[in-house]
């Protein structure tokens, strides 16, 4: 049983790649069709631009959450690695508050942006595709951060607590 739950938490915490791999799959043939399409037939795709766009926004969201689960945004660590032990910690603590801080801001701003797209029924000029369909990522993917910070942060106590069990005994 504790493997399918496993498996099934393996899953879930990695559908952001499948899906930006997939729609970067996507991407990546439609360009290049539309390359061959525009330059040997002469026959551009008029709808392509919209299709990439709305691809790539997926991607980045989609990809924003896997970087944000592995530890890979940017930062700038060289600064709290010169401060004592200590110290690091407590700034660990503050730049963890920080990042929740602005990702629940960001979530609640993308909920706004996304009813303002709905409410007032904006799409794409070419394929009618709402303006909500192309940004909901969004949403996703600061609830999937949000998820992914508590699950690393409990994780995270509940080794610290076996360490500190098993070094006692």
């Known amino acids: 049983m504790e493997k399918k739950e496993n498996k099934a938490s393996a899953i879930l915490m990695n559908i952001d790649i499948v899906v930006a791999s997939i729609i970067l799959a996507i991407l990546i043939v439609l360009t290049f069709l539309g390359v061959v399409w525009r330059y040997i037939f002469n ?70 942006f996304i009813q303002v797209f709905v409410k007032s029924g904006r799409s794409t000029s070419m394929l009618k595709i709402p303006y909500s369909w192309v940004y909901g990522i969004a949403i996703v993917s600061y609830f999937d951060m949000i998820i992914s910070y508590f699950y690393a942060l409990f994780h995270g106590v509940k080794s610290e607590a076996k360490e500190a069990a098993s070094s006692n005994e």
């Not at 631009?49 to 969201?61: A, K, L």
């Not at 660590?77 to 960001?106: A, T």
Request: proline share 3%.
């Open 43 to 112: 026959a551009p795709f008029t709808w392509l631009e919209e299709v990439q766009t709305s691809c790539m926004v997926w991607i980045v969201f989609a990809g924003a959450g896997a970087a944000f689960r592995s530890g890979n945004h940017v930062a700038i660590e060289m600064i709290v690695d010169l401060m004592p032990k200590s110290m690091q910690k407590i700034m660990e603590i503050l730049i963890s508050i920080v990042v929740v801080v602005v990702i629940g801001y960001l979530f609640m701003q993308s909920i706004g």
